[in-house]
């Protein structure tokens, strides 16, 4: 009897476990998949550094800018000095600012627009608004520097820089975003070209 019973146990077991194996299982919420926070702040620190070592260009463009006026008043060239180096630090602070609320808005729509990622070196998560981030500030704050351009805007090719960077991080994320539907296509073009503007013209 009980190795009867036992044996009727152990059947019933198995017949549930197969069937549980057979049940289809529900459909799961897709994942938002967020860029790896590190590359953000390795980013941003990077970004910060080359602003920094910009700064005495900017120092030099605020100076060349005061109005004969100004410097008339002021008349003491130590006072003027000194008024550049607070402007020059002001300009860095809020600068640094501006860059943490631009990042901010690239990781929201880098996770909400488009979820697919790509990985690097099977440990980081990189999306395609990361990469436009990116683009879109380090190269540009690197040319100033290596060239010692005040004003990067006046190099030809600068404003078509930015839309041809922002196309090519689409097309090589395009497997991550090329099922969706045409609304959501036209969603992810604009906010693409939207970010690298923002850039652009700021």
């Known amino acids: 009897m009980t190795n009867s019973e036992d044996g009727r146990e152990s059947e019933t077991v198995i017949s549930v476990a197969t069937v549980g194996k057979l049940r289809p299982e529900p459909s799961a919420p ?20 080359l602003v920094a070592l910009r700064l005495p260009l900017t120092r030099k463009y605020l100076s060349s ?46 996770k909400r627009v488009i979820p697919g990622k790509s990985v690097l070196a099977r440990r980081f998560n990189i999306g395609a608004f990361f990469v436009i981030a990116i683009l879109a ?30 196309v090519l991080a689409l097309a090589i994320f395009y497997r991550h975003w090329r099922e969706f539907s045409t ?20």
């Open 30 to 49: 897709r994942k938002w998949v967020p860029t790896s926070r590190s590359l953000w702040v390795a980013a941003y620190i990077l970004l910060m550094a």
């Open 65 to 110: 800018n005061v109005p004969a006026d100004v410097r008339s008043e002021i008349g003491d060239d130590r006072l003027l000095s000194l008024s550049m180096t607070v402007g020059t630090v002001l300009f860095f602070l809020v600068y640094a600012v501006i860059i943490a609320l631009y990042f901010s808005l690239a990781a929201f729509l880098d």
């Open 137 to 166: 500030t380090i190269p540009v704050n690197l040319f100033s520097v290596v060239f010692g351009v005040i004003q990067p805007r006046d190099v030809p090719g600068y404003w078509a820089y930015f839309p041809t960077m922002a």
């Open 183 to 202: 609304g959501r296509k036209i969603l992810v073009v604009l906010s693409a070209m939207g970010l690298s503007t923002i850039v652009a013209i700021g």
